[in-house]
Nanobody
Framework: QVQLVESGGGLVQAGGSLRLSCAAS????????MGWYRQAPGKQRELVAI???????NYLDSVKGRFTISRDNAKNTVYLQMNSLKPEDTAVYYC?????????????WGQGTQVTVSS
């Protein structure tokens, strides 16, 4: 079994910054990808950023140039540095990871962390 534990959400004024962290723990052989999704009230969950095992990244168009995803493989941790935050970035942010365990490959989700950007 694997757990993803997120931290770093909170309330910030527009133009401010936050850094989200997500640490994976448990029976992990390797991690294929780690990413961040978000879901605002009344909207569908959307992929914000993803980083693959070869460190290639992809971003939602609206966050390009403002958000940066990175990972620390030794700590099985992914980070999302969010700069120049806008009120429309307000959402619950979820960590997602594709993890190779003994005898299986599974997709895991964190519990979510609230990010609120005030205008």
């Amino acid at each position: 079994q694997v757990q993803l534990v997120e931290s770093g959400g909170g309330l910030v004024q527009a133009g401010g910054s936050l850094r989200l962290s997500c640490a994976a723990s448990g029976s992990i052989l390797s991690i294929n990808f780690m990413g961040w999704y978000r879901q605002a009230p009344g909207k569908q969950r959307e992929l914000v950023a993803i980083i693959l095992s070869g460190d290639s990244t992809n971003y939602l168009d609206s966050v390009k140039g403002r958000f940066t995803i990175s990972r620390d493989n030794a700590k099985n941790t992914v980070y999302l540095q969010m700069n120049s935050l806008k009120p429309e970035d307000t959402a619950v942010y979820y960590c997602n990871a594709g993890i190779n365990e003994p005898f299986s490959l599974r997709d895991y989700w964190g519990q979510g962390t609230q990010v609120t950007v005030s205008s």
